[in-house]
Protein backbone atom coordinates (compact mmCIF):
# COMPACT_ATOMS: atom_id res chain seq x y z
CA UNK A 1 0.00 0.00 0.00
CA UNK A 2 3.01 2.03 0.74
CA UNK A 3 4.45 2.09 -2.64
CA UNK A 4 1.35 2.77 -4.12
CA UNK A 5 0.89 5.76 -2.42
CA UNK A 6 4.21 6.49 -2.96
CA UNK A 7 3.77 6.10 -6.78
CA UNK A 8 0.89 8.09 -6.77
CA UNK A 9 2.93 11.03 -4.79
CA UNK A 10 5.65 11.03 -7.34
CA UNK A 11 3.39 10.87 -10.31
CA UNK A 12 1.29 13.64 -8.94
CA UNK A 13 5.03 15.79 -8.51
CA UNK A 14 6.11 15.06 -12.31
CA UNK A 15 2.32 16.18 -13.63
CA UNK A 16 2.77 19.83 -11.49
CA UNK A 17 6.39 20.34 -12.06
CA UNK A 18 5.50 20.07 -16.33
CA UNK A 19 4.07 22.69 -17.42
CA UNK A 20 1.03 21.69 -18.90
CA UNK A 21 -1.22 24.43 -18.68
CA UNK A 22 -1.88 25.35 -22.19
CA UNK A 23 -1.81 28.86 -24.32
CA UNK A 24 -1.33 31.70 -21.83
CA UNK A 25 -3.44 34.70 -23.00
CA UNK A 26 -1.09 36.34 -23.82
CA UNK A 27 1.05 33.72 -26.65
CA UNK A 28 -3.02 33.89 -27.65
CA UNK A 29 -2.58 37.73 -27.87
CA UNK A 30 1.05 37.79 -29.88
CA UNK A 31 -0.29 35.40 -32.54
CA UNK A 32 -3.10 37.48 -33.38
CA UNK A 33 -1.27 40.38 -33.66
CA UNK A 34 0.86 38.71 -36.22
CA UNK A 35 -1.93 37.05 -37.98
CA UNK A 36 -3.13 40.50 -38.29
CA UNK A 37 0.36 42.60 -39.36
CA UNK A 38 0.59 39.88 -42.20
CA UNK A 39 -2.78 40.04 -44.04
CA UNK A 40 -2.31 44.04 -43.48
CA UNK A 41 1.02 43.35 -45.09
CA UNK A 42 0.00 41.18 -47.93
CA UNK A 43 -3.25 43.19 -48.97
CA UNK A 44 -1.24 46.18 -49.06
CA UNK A 45 1.19 44.53 -51.47
CA UNK A 46 -1.88 43.56 -53.69
CA UNK A 47 -3.56 46.49 -53.86
CA UNK A 48 0.02 48.49 -54.91
CA UNK A 49 0.95 45.51 -57.39
CA UNK A 50 -2.74 46.67 -58.85
CA UNK A 51 -1.86 50.50 -58.83
CA UNK A 52 1.53 49.47 -60.71
CA UNK A 53 -0.17 47.74 -63.73
CA UNK A 54 -2.51 50.42 -64.39
CA UNK A 55 -0.17 52.69 -64.48
CA UNK A 56 2.80 50.95 -66.39
CA UNK A 57 0.09 50.17 -68.72
CA UNK A 58 -0.38 54.04 -69.26
CA UNK A 59 3.19 55.02 -69.26
CA UNK A 60 3.70 52.54 -71.56
CA UNK A 61 0.97 53.70 -74.03
CA UNK A 62 2.39 57.28 -73.55
CA UNK A 63 5.40 56.69 -74.32
CA UNK A 64 4.73 54.67 -77.80
CA UNK A 65 2.02 57.51 -78.57
CA UNK A 66 4.95 60.39 -78.61
CA UNK A 67 7.16 57.74 -80.04
CA UNK A 68 4.96 57.20 -82.99
CA UNK A 69 4.18 61.25 -83.42
CA UNK A 70 7.82 61.84 -83.65
CA UNK A 71 8.17 58.90 -86.22
CA UNK A 72 5.28 59.77 -88.87
CA UNK A 73 6.10 63.92 -88.40
CA UNK A 74 9.16 63.10 -89.43
CA UNK A 75 8.79 60.35 -92.24
CA UNK A 76 6.72 59.98 -95.28
CA UNK A 77 4.97 56.70 -94.38
CA UNK A 78 1.41 57.17 -92.27
CA UNK A 79 1.93 54.74 -88.97
CA UNK A 80 -1.04 53.76 -86.58
CA UNK A 81 -0.75 52.84 -83.05
CA UNK A 82 -2.62 49.89 -82.57
CA UNK A 83 -4.05 48.55 -79.26
CA UNK A 84 -5.23 45.25 -78.66
CA UNK A 85 -6.38 42.28 -76.72
CA UNK A 86 -4.77 39.29 -78.16
CA UNK A 87 -6.43 35.52 -78.20
CA UNK A 88 -4.61 34.86 -74.91
CA UNK A 89 -7.06 37.94 -73.10
CA UNK A 90 -3.58 40.09 -72.86
CA UNK A 91 -3.15 43.84 -73.90
CA UNK A 92 -0.74 44.81 -76.85
CA UNK A 93 0.25 47.44 -78.69
CA UNK A 94 1.69 47.88 -81.90
CA UNK A 95 2.41 50.31 -84.28
CA UNK A 96 1.91 49.49 -88.40
CA UNK A 97 1.15 51.12 -91.36
CA UNK A 98 -1.94 49.29 -92.03
CA UNK A 99 -4.77 50.82 -89.73
CA UNK A 100 -6.94 47.67 -90.65
CA UNK A 101 -4.33 44.86 -89.49
CA UNK A 102 -5.44 42.48 -87.14
CA UNK A 103 -2.34 41.60 -84.97
CA UNK A 104 -1.57 38.86 -82.91
CA UNK A 105 0.36 38.44 -79.41
CA UNK A 106 3.78 37.81 -81.10
CA UNK A 107 2.92 41.05 -83.25
CA UNK A 108 3.35 43.74 -80.23
CA UNK A 109 4.64 44.86 -76.99
CA UNK A 110 2.36 43.42 -73.93
CA UNK A 111 1.35 46.24 -72.28
CA UNK A 112 -1.32 44.93 -69.18
CA UNK A 113 -2.55 41.17 -68.22
CA UNK A 114 -6.01 40.25 -68.49
CA UNK A 115 -7.00 41.43 -65.13
CA UNK A 116 -6.91 45.33 -66.81
CA UNK A 117 -9.41 46.72 -68.78
CA UNK A 118 -9.20 49.40 -71.86
CA UNK A 119 -11.52 52.05 -73.24
CA UNK A 120 -11.28 54.18 -75.87
CA UNK A 121 -14.11 57.24 -75.96
CA UNK A 122 -15.15 59.64 -78.94
CA UNK A 123 -17.85 61.89 -78.90
CA UNK A 124 -19.89 59.19 -80.53
CA UNK A 125 -19.37 56.70 -77.53
CA UNK A 126 -16.84 54.24 -76.49
CA UNK A 127 -14.92 51.01 -77.42
CA UNK A 128 -13.96 48.72 -75.35
CA UNK A 129 -10.74 47.18 -76.12
CA UNK A 130 -12.11 43.04 -76.85
CA UNK A 131 -10.39 40.34 -78.80
CA UNK A 132 -13.99 38.59 -78.94
CA UNK A 133 -15.03 41.10 -81.31
CA UNK A 134 -11.90 42.54 -82.77
CA UNK A 135 -12.60 45.53 -81.09
CA UNK A 136 -9.50 47.72 -80.75
CA UNK A 137 -8.16 51.38 -80.47
CA UNK A 138 -6.13 52.71 -83.64
CA UNK A 139 -4.75 56.32 -83.13
CA UNK A 140 -2.33 57.97 -85.37
CA UNK A 141 -1.03 62.02 -86.18
CA UNK A 142 -1.53 64.33 -88.79
CA UNK A 143 1.95 64.52 -90.82
CA UNK A 144 2.75 68.33 -90.94
CA UNK A 145 1.16 69.79 -87.50
CA UNK A 146 1.18 66.27 -85.25
CA UNK A 147 -2.20 66.74 -83.99
CA UNK A 148 -4.40 63.33 -83.39
CA UNK A 149 -6.79 62.55 -86.87
CA UNK A 150 -9.26 60.19 -87.09
CA UNK A 151 -8.30 56.85 -88.28
CA UNK A 152 -12.22 55.67 -89.74
CA UNK A 153 -14.80 57.19 -88.23
CA UNK A 154 -13.02 57.28 -84.45
CA UNK A 155 -11.08 60.20 -83.04
CA UNK A 156 -10.14 59.52 -79.48
CA UNK A 157 -10.68 61.88 -76.56
CA UNK A 158 -9.73 59.52 -74.02
CA UNK A 159 -7.78 56.06 -73.17
CA UNK A 160 -8.99 54.21 -70.06
CA UNK A 161 -7.19 51.93 -67.89
CA UNK A 162 -9.07 50.33 -65.24
CA UNK A 163 -8.59 47.22 -62.95
CA UNK A 164 -10.56 46.55 -59.21
CA UNK A 165 -10.64 50.29 -57.78
CA UNK A 166 -7.96 52.05 -59.85
CA UNK A 167 -8.68 53.97 -62.80
CA UNK A 168 -6.08 55.85 -65.43
CA UNK A 169 -7.44 58.23 -67.98
CA UNK A 170 -4.84 59.48 -70.79
CA UNK A 171 -6.13 62.43 -72.13
CA UNK A 172 -6.21 63.63 -75.62
CA UNK A 173 -5.79 66.94 -77.01
CA UNK A 174 -6.60 66.88 -80.64
CA UNK A 175 -5.59 69.72 -81.77
CA UNK A 176 -1.54 69.35 -80.71
CA UNK A 177 -1.50 66.06 -80.66
CA UNK A 178 -0.17 66.53 -76.63
CA UNK A 179 -1.47 63.42 -73.99
CA UNK A 180 -1.56 63.45 -70.50
CA UNK A 181 -2.64 60.83 -67.83
CA UNK A 182 -4.62 61.84 -64.46
CA UNK A 183 -5.27 58.75 -62.24
CA UNK A 184 -9.28 58.55 -61.48
CA UNK A 185 -9.66 56.88 -58.98
Same mark, same amino acid.
Given at each position: ??????????????? $?????? %?? !???? =??? &???????? /??????????????????????????????????????????????????????????????????? $?????? %?? !???? =??? &???????? /?????????????????????????????????????????????????????????
Amino acid at each position: MRNLIRNYEECNKVQ $SNSNNR %GF !SLVE =ILV &TIIILVLL /VAVTTFRLSTTKYADVERCSENIEKKMSQLRLSVMSSKTQEYLIIYQAADDNYYMAISDDKDRLCTA $SDGEKI %GN !SKIH =ITG &TTSSGATK /VSHTDNSRIVISFHRSSGAFISVGVNLYQTIEIVTEGIKFRIYLVKETGKHYSKQIY
